[in-house]
């Protein structure tokens, strides 16, 4: 065979579109950034449960530490420790003060809420799918206090419903009176009470987010204007001393009605259209589905109905009107609370006069 020598040899390079070009490497950038996303991901969930199994998060807790003292304390080989410590700085999880490592505030968040950074529900996922556990195993109230336990990161989109709703506003009721069912940590109606200082607030839930709710209200000064009602809010027979009136302004559902399951969504509404007043608003603070393509947030928040409630379910925006419009309310209006970072709306309708 004749060998062919490559010296100054000239390649001819295929002929292509620029716009081929452009699109291939575009589609090409993508991917690869969408790979090392993915890959980035999942390394950070890792870091955090090795910072949290090697006991790094919890000595942090109680105040800075160097490096140093951390491997003396905890018996921790120092080059992976520093190495790890250096990219829990890069993320956001320790904040460094020359020698000294410090929990940041989301880190503090992560370990007094959610230590385990969600593994006991995400656990759940695949026993789901793969039909070893079932919808009617899940019980309790877990769902609802967690809820209530995170629910004050929802204190802006409050506060911007609470505007929206234009509480204390000219041409509003003046000191409304407003019934919470299924308070949890009661931000929503706090948010509410605060705009008018003659408002009062009947908050209902079981014992743990009840808890939560009476610290809402005395961190904010609401305490002589909140009534605690400890009591199932999607009971049939919701008892309370004295009964519930009918003459509330304003009945809250948030965040509640759509991790019940079916029959108890129609108790609940009936329950909260049965304490209106004529004329008065039904507001419903819930997660809605998008009128597009789900994003992330969407995606997860439905799961964890999924595999964290008996019947729960996101809803669209025709089901939940329908449901309203089931419990006898009418002029209903819509709108997604911006200040969210889920798919948290609300949903207002009135009570025929």
């Known amino acids: 065979m004749e060998r062919v020598s490559l010296q100054n040899h000239r390649f001819a390079a295929p002929i292509r579109s620029p716009i081929c070009d452009t699109q ?5 950038d993508k991917t690869l950034d969408q790979y090392h996303e993915l890959m980035q991901i999942n390394a950070v969930s890792h870091l955090l449960r090795a910072a949290r199994e090697t006991g790094l998060l919890d000595q942090l807790r109680g105040g800075q530490h160097t490096a140093e003292q951390l491997c003396n304390t905890l018996s921790l080989v120092p080059k992976p420790t ?12 320790v904040e460094k003060y020359d020698d000294d490592y410090a929990l940041s505030q989301a880190a503090q968040l992560l370990c007094q809420y959610d230590k385990d950074l969600g593994d006991h529900r995400w656990a759940k996922l695949s026993t789901r799918m793969l039909g070893k556990q079932t919808r009617t195993s899940v019980g309790g109230t877990e769902y609802f206090d967690q809820t209530a336990a995170t629910q004050w990161v929802h204190t802006p989109a409050a506060m911007q419903a609470a505007e929206m709703l234009n509480v204390g506003g000219e041409g509003e009721v003046a000191g409304p009176k407003i019934l919470d069912l ?22 209902v839930d079981f014992p743990g987010p009840l808890t939560a709710s009476k610290s809402m209200a005395e961190s904010i000064g609401l305490s002589e204007r909140f009534t605690a009602i400890e009591a199932d809010p999607a009971s049939t027979e919701l008892t309370a001393k004295p009964p519930l009136a009918n ?9 509640r009605l759509f991790a019940l399951t079916p029959p108890e969504q129609t108790q609940l509404l009936n329950q909260a259209v049965s304490c209106l007043r004529p004329g008065g608003r039904l507001v419903v603070i819930d ?19 999924e595999i964290e409630t008996p019947g729960g379910a996101m809803k669209t925006l025709k089901e939940a009107e329908s449901l309203l419009t089931d419990a006898g ?3 209903i209006q819509f709108t997604f609370i911006a200040a969210t970072r889920v798919n948290l709306g609300m949903m207002v309708a009135f009570k025929p006069a």
């Open 247 to 255: 003459d509330f302004d304003i009945v809250l559902v948030a965040q």
């Open 24 to 28: 291939t490497m575009t589609s090409r």
């Open 82 to 93: 520093q190495l790890l410590l250096d990219a829990l700085n890069a993320i956001g999880i």
């Open 329 to 331: 309310v009418g002029k």
């Open 287 to 305: 997660l809605f589905r998008g009128p597009t393509k789900p994003n992330l947030s969407e995606s997860t928040e439905a799961l964890k109905l």
């Open 182 to 203: 299924g308070c949890g940590s009661a931000v929503w109606s706090c948010a509410m009470a605060h705009r008018d200082a003659q408002a009062t607030i009947t908050a």
